[in-house]
């Protein structure tokens, strides 16, 4: 591949190798599902929920297939859909920065491609991996090149079965509420897909203004001088102790409930091309001895957020030190463990 950020603008060059690309491969394919509507009201062929990398590759992907009714919705403003530039707090992704990721087999589509027409190929070189405020960018490039039809600030509430065998979908947007009628719904919400952030009934003993989730906004530059504890040792947790140490944090205590720390991160097979190709062919009993296996064995948190936050001699790692109680004391919090009580001025739950 040339270095395109010789040209006068690396971006634009690559969006005119993109443009051809397509045009050669005869895509998008054009529109073939017939319209419908219902008493007047248009259907939608496909609703997406959630505008982050998955849904916009779901998008990218129908549209090049010729399905062109179709939206994304996400209440989130736009550009910042997803964790990485709201409540993601490490410094870049976690996974190698090759992965293609989301580009649909086009070359011109990967982030290598974006960030070498960016910044040049020896820049490309000398990285680790994606900045996270960068990636972000990328999939903000992704989604205009491709033109995609994302709505922002839109929250779907409600999803309804009809007797027709589509979907009702009860949104609301800046106070207005609207029903859109789709054939098919695809969720692409992430973690929060799962329901949300969980806390422990624990913190129902503490005054909501001297705790936080991972997931939560936070004012890191209020914990200055002030003691923090974390709970918990994974890779969100160690990226909001850090976060807290840089601000200026004066003591940090993380509480772990294991005897140690995992070394070895044997989920990683999944990224093998023979898990790619081949685990969709296994019998459901495989599938299930793989997943149990390699969730049983847990993630261990990622070695930069771990050297991160022991870079800090006022970071403090407590093992075997599940929660067992939670007092609140005048302006702080008392965290009590099997091995001593820890005054807090601030708790991060991850």
Known sequence: MSDLSTFPSGLDALVARLRQDLAWLELPAKAWVPARTVKGQPVVDVVIIGGGMAGLV???????????????????????????????????????????GPAMGLPALTFRAYYE???????????DRAPREIWMEYLIWYRRVLELP????????????????????VCSEGGRVETIIARHVVLATGRDGLGGPFVPAIAKNIDRGHWAHTADEVDFSALRGKR????????????????ALEAGAARLDMFVRRKELPRINKFTGIGSQGVVHGFAGLPDEWKWRFLNYAMGEQTPPPRPSVLRVSSFDQA???????INGLEQEGDHIVVTTPKARYPVDFLIFG
């Open 58 to 100: 779901a998008s990218g992907m129908l549209k090049r297939l010729g399905v062109a009714n179709h939206v994304v919705l996400d209440k989130a403003p736009a550009g910042q859909e997803g964790p990485w530039v709201t409540f993601a707090r490490m410094r870049t992704l976690r996974s190698p920065k090759q992965l293609t």
């Open 117 to 127: 027409a960016r910044f040049g190929r020896e820049e490309w070189a000398a990285l």
């Open 150 to 169: 994302v709505r922002n600030g839109v929250s779907v509430d409600v999803v309804l079965p009809r007797e027709d065998g589509m979907l009702d979908l």
């Open 228 to 243: 923090v504890g974390v709970i918990g040792a994974g890779a969100s947790a160690m990226d909001n102790a850090a976060t």
């Open 316 to 322: 403090h790692l407590h093992l075997e030190s599940p």
